[in-house]
T-cell receptor, first 109, second 119 residues
Framework: GQNIDQPTEMTATEGAIVQINCTYQ??????LFWYQQHAGEAPTFLSY????GLEEKGRFSSFLSRSKGYSYLLLKELQMKDSASYLC??????????FGTGTQLKVEL | DTGVSQDPRHKITKRGQNVTFRCDPI?????LYWYRQTLGQGPEFLTY????????KSRLLSDRFSAERPKGSFSTLEIQRTEQGDSAMYLC?????????????????FGQGTRLTVV
């Protein structure tokens, strides 16, 4: 994705914690989204940050630093069903989302 | 089901044929977006509407692609003279946009997509 960088793949163990990082272009920034996408399915919304700091939502948390153009998604107590692609998306003009290529997370026993 | 719906879910077509996809957004959402996604990539923006007005088209969108949202509700995406490179998942999303209040704007909700295969 244009100006959105995130790791291509990550592997973690069931029950563990994993952090997926994302860096983005700061100009015209209007919010940072994380989506989850299982193979062959539509992306589903996980979290949204527009102000600096941590947003917690159950097992998932997302952090934003606007000055650094940096976000991360934190997944706790990993479950096998969390194996999916995690898409970082930056909202710019027109509410348009620009997506990264996604981080393919594999959760192993 | 009050989510975003797309039709058809799958389409196989021969090269050179025209295809049309439909998207029905969440009813109160004024913004509608079309994205294209290929394997191993994130969704790429194609175009978006606010109500019936098409406000932006990606430079990726060739002249063979056209989208409409005639009454500000459902939208259609047509691809003329399809090419094998058009094979992809075509995703539609909708959101509610409130002018001047970025925090109140909703996230984009995606439909299940239309998977196009050009043979």
């Amino acid at each position: 994705g244009q100006n959105i960088d995130q790791p291509t793949e990550m592997t973690a163990t069931e029950g563990a914690i994993v952090q997926i990082n994302c860096t983005y272009q700061t100009s015209g920034f209007n919010g940072l989204f994380w989506y989850q996408q299982h193979a062959g399915e539509a992306p589903t919304f996980l979290s949204y940050n527009v102000l600096d700091g941590l947003e917690e939502k159950g097992r998932f948390s997302s952090f934003l630093s606007r000055s650094k153009g940096y976000s991360y998604l934190l997944l706790k107590e990993l479950q096998m069903k969390d194996s999916a692609s995690y898409l970082c998306a930056r909202r710019g003009g027109g509410n348009k989302l620009t997506f990264g290529t996604g981080t393919q997370l594999k959760v192993e026993l | 089901d009050t989510g975003v719906s797309q039709d058809p879910r799958h389409k196989i077509t021969k090269r050179g044929q025209n295809v049309t996809f439909r998207c029905d957004p969440i009813s109160e959402h004024n913004r509608l977006y079309w994205y294209r996604q290929t394997l191993g990539q994130g969704p790429e923006f194609l175009t978006y509407f606010q109500n019936e007005a098409q406000l932006e088209k990606s430079r990726l969108l060739s002249d063979r692609f056209s989208a409409e949202r005639p009454k500000g509700s459902f939208s259609t995406l047509e691809i003329q003279r399809t090419e094998q490179g058009d094979s992809a998942m075509y995703l539609c999303a909708s959101s509610l946009h409130r002018t001047g209040n970025a925090v109140a704007n909703t996230e984009a909700f995606f439909g299940q997509g239309t998977r196009l295969t050009v043979v």
